[in-house]
C-alpha cells in the first residue's frame, strides 16, 4: 500500500511518552530555580531517542552542536567587536560568518560529529547577528549549559524509562488494556 493510501492512526509510542517526560521535567527543574526553561526544553526534545544510543546520539549532535557553534560565534563576536565596538550590522559579519561556517563544518566532522553542524549553525548565527554586545558570552555559555541539563534529562529518561517499563506503565494506567503486541515498533 502507498503511503497515500495508509490511513493515520493515532495512537502515542514510547518516544512520544519520554520526549514529553523529559521536556516537562526539564521544565519543572528551571521552574523551581525560576529560570527560563527553552533551550533545556530544546535540548531534552533533541535528545530523546528510541533507546539510549539514539538519544545520546541525537543529544550529542545538539550539544556538540551548540558547543562548537558557540565558542566560535564567541571568538568571532569578540573579533568583531575589535572593529565596531558598538556591534550593529556591517559588512564584516559576512567574511566572518563564511569563516565561523567553514570552522564548523570542518571541526564537526573531524571530530566524527557531522550531525553537530546545523545546531552549531544555529548558535553560531545567534551570537553573530542577534546578540547585544554586553551579553553574548553570558548567553553562550548559558545556552551550552541549558543544552547540557536538557541532554543530560533526555538520556537519563531512556536510561530510567526503557520500552519494558513504560509498556508497564501504560498496562497500568489502561487497567490492562493497553496491548504492545497491537504497537511493534512504536516509539
Not at 553562550?140 to 517499563?165: M, Q
Amino acid at each position: 500500500m502507498s503511503e497515500k493510501g495508509q490511513k493515520f492512526k493515532f495512537h502515542i509510542g514510547m518516544r512520544n511518552v519520554k520526549t514529553a517526560t523529559a521536556a516537562t521535567l526539564c521544565a519543572l527543574i528551571y521552574f523551581l530555580f525560576d529560570r527560563n526553561p527553552t533551550f533545556a526544553c530544546i535540548g531534552a526534545i533533541f535528545g530523546t531517542g528510541k533507546d539510549v544510543q539514539h538519544s545520546i546520539l541525537n543529544g550529542g549532535n545538539r550539544l556538540f552542536g551548540t558547543i562548537i557553534g558557540g565558542f566560535l560565534g564567541m571568538g568571532l563576536f569578540s573579533l568583531y567587536i575589535q572593529v565596531y565596538p558598538d556591534g550593529g550590522y556591517h559588512a564584516l559579519m559576512l567574511p566572518l560568518l563564511f569563516v565561523g561556517v567553514i570552522l564548523l563544518i570542518i571541526l564537526s566532522t573531524r571530530f566524527n560529529w557531522p550531525g553537530a553542524i546545523h545546531p552549531g549553525g544555529v548558535m553560531l548565527c545567534i551570537l553573530l547577528f542577534n546578540q547585544p554586545v554586553e551579553s553574548y558570552i553570558p548567553y553562550s555559555l548559558a545556552r551550552i549549559f541549558d543544552t547540557g541539563v536538557g541532554v543530560v534529562i533526555a538520556v537519563s529518561i531512556n536510561v530510567l524509562l526503557p520500552r519494558h517499563r513504560i509498556q508497564k506503565i501504560f498496562q497500568f494506567v489502561t487497567g490492562g488494556r493497553y496491548d504492545p503486541a497491537k504497537h511493534p515498533g512504536t516509539e
